[in-house]
């Protein structure tokens, strides 16, 4: 083994304790849950649970054997793609393993050299990693400004016709990070001005937004008005994989140059299955999201705060505390922690510097108790 590979990793990894920035792995089972991105609590329901359990009976293979292009496509895979398109008023769909893996895949191969990717500055890190494995130009516009992206547009379309080629806009209709809501009016009228195509990944807005947690391009009636969308299983409905969401022409053409669907091992039964049955959850008579709605009215209900820390705007499961500095946002997190709170620090580079902050999640089995006694907590922390 070549030592001095091992002692250069120690290296940068030092450097990056020192800054605060040093990423471990930790378990916290015992501690209440304010950070996972099970918004609904599908992961942990037991209805979902016993259906899984029913639906995967029948005989199946316990492996998917292959990529789906050779040896791993199953009815039940088309079955369930038909099934989301349909529930999502979408044209057609196709699976992937992943969020990460969906925009990989699409923005690595829908932009060519002569077209133009624009991308709001907060947008997700598998959009950005997805465009720069393009040859397509890059351009940010400034957070949920219509304005700003318009001008963007604007410079780009100057140009020539050859040069300027096809533009593909991409927003998260639920950010991330800050967990606020894209302006997807505004933004889908000034695409359709500039004859640019709209990309919405709603990974954070799928089961949590729109008629029985169809998302916000649904909420706000814009199918027609988005080119593409992303809907990831791995957050509120707890399970894993995404779905690409357009037209026949836009799956086929994901089969045919998406690598990260070409080149991977397909999803197996048994995850298909859990996707089904929490989808089936969502499209019960007995489910309803109103629950989370209250939950997130009352933790921002008097919520105090004071100089540099702040709450971002949000009417989302995703409250963002700015806290600035990694190792204050950090030693704030560890002390909630210690209390018995799953609440972990978001830091720079992750966001920008300056806007370090605690990520708090909520979801579906936090109490109404819990919440105020996180609040509770927060204010002894910061304010004591």
Do not use: W
Not at 75 to 84: D, H, N, P, R, W
Not at 180 to 194: G, P, Q, T
Not at 284 to 309: E, M, N, P, W
């Amino acid at each position: 083994m070549n030592q001095s590979i091992n002692r250069y990793l120690e290296e940068v990894l030092d450097r990056r304790k020192e800054q605060s920035l040093y990423r471990y792995l930790q378990v916290n089972d015992n501690l209440v849950d304010f950070c996972s991105n099970d918004y609904l609590s599908f992961a942990r329901s037991s209805v979902i649970r016993e259906a899984i359990s029913q639906a995967s009976k029948a005989d199946q293979l316990t492996g998917s054997t292959g990529s789906r292009s050779i040896s791993g496509n199953t009815t039940y895979a088309e079955e369930l793609e038909s099934m989301l398109a349909g529930f999502h008023n979408a044209e057609a769909g196709l699976l992937f393993n992943s969020g990460y893996d969906a925009n990989v895949g699409l923005f690595s191969c829908i932009a060519r050299k002569e077209d133009t990717l624009v991308s709001d500055e907060l947008i997700h890190a598998s959009i950005i990693d997805g465009s720069r494995l393009s040859y397509a130009g890059r351009l940010r516009f400034a957070h949920n400004d219509a304005g700003d992206l318009e001008k963007k547009l604007q410079h780009v379309r100057s140009r020539s016709t050859n040069q300027a080629g096809n533009i593909f806009v991409a927003v998260e209709s639920v950010y991330s990070m800050d967990g606020d809501i894209a302006s997807l009016k505004e933004i889908a009228a000034v695409c359709k001005k500039y004859d640019a195509s709209l990309i919405v990944d709603e990974a954070h807005a799928t089961g949590v937004f729109g008629a029985q947690g169809r998302g916000l391009v649904d909420h706000f009636g814009l199918e027609d008005e988005v080119f593409a969308r992303v809907h990831t299983f791995g957050k509120a409905i707890g399970a894993h994989g995404a779905i690409v969401l357009g037209s026949e022409a836009l799956r086929n053409y994901l089969i045919n140059f998406a690598r990260s669907f070409i080149f991977t091992t397909a999803l197996p039964v048994h995850s298909l299955i859990a996707i089904r049955c929490a989808y089936e959850q969502l499209m019960s008579d007995s489910f309803t999201t109103d629950y989370i709605h209250k939950l997130i009215a009352y933790f921002k209900r008097d919520f105090q705060t004071s100089g540099d820390v702040f709450l971002i705007e949000s009417t989302s499961p995703i409250q963002s505390l700015v806290i600035p500095g990694n190792q204050r946002a950090r030693d704030i997190s560890r002390q909630l922690q210690s209390r018995g709170f799953d609440v972990r620090a978001i830091l720079s580079p992750s966001v920008p510097v300056g806007k370090e902050r605690l990520r708090i999640s909520l979801h579906m089995h936090n109490t109404m108790d819990q919440v105020g006694e996180l609040k509770q907590a927060l204010n002894e922390l910061l304010f004591a």
